[in-house]
């Protein structure tokens, strides 16, 4: 059974740092892309950050890009992303997702909050 189940988020103040972590089971970890999206009540889930199979690739949505860096360990099996500089727009719930077969799986999600 694949299971996702992420962890790290909280309340924060602007400037600060957080590092979400997102436990994977169930499927052949090293074998996927793995990728970190968000969402706010009422809006679409967007794709924040992607990372290959052995890590060498990774991508990000342009509003994140330097300050938010993700990362796997291929034996740990877990998949991080490390958020810096933290803004009150990146305030939203953070889901890990991935492809096994034809279906994606979700997480429950972690939720980050960014106020002062």
């Known amino acids: 059974q694949v299971r996702l189940v992420e962890f790290g988020g909280g309340l924060v103040q602007p400037g600060d740092s957080l590092r979400l972590s997102c436990a994977a089971s169930?499927?052949?970890?090293?074998?996927?892309?793995m990728r970190w999206s968000r969402q706010a009540p009422g809006h679409q889930r967007e794709l924040v950050a992607s990372?290959?199979?052995?890590?060498?690739?990774?991508q990000y949505v342009d509003n994140v890009k330097g300050r938010f860096t993700i990362s796997r360990d291929n034996v740990k099996n877990m998949v991080f992303l490390q958020m810096n500089s933290l803004k009150p727009e990146d305030t939203d719930d953070y889901y890990c997702?991935?492809?096994?077969?034809?279906?994606?799986?979700w997480g429950q999600g972690t939720p980050v909050t960014v106020s002062s």
């Open positions: 997702n991935g492809r096994v077969g034809t279906t994606i799986h």
């Open positions: 169930g499927f052949n970890f090293d074998s996927k892309l």
């Open positions: 990372i290959s199979e052995d890590g060498s690739i990774t």
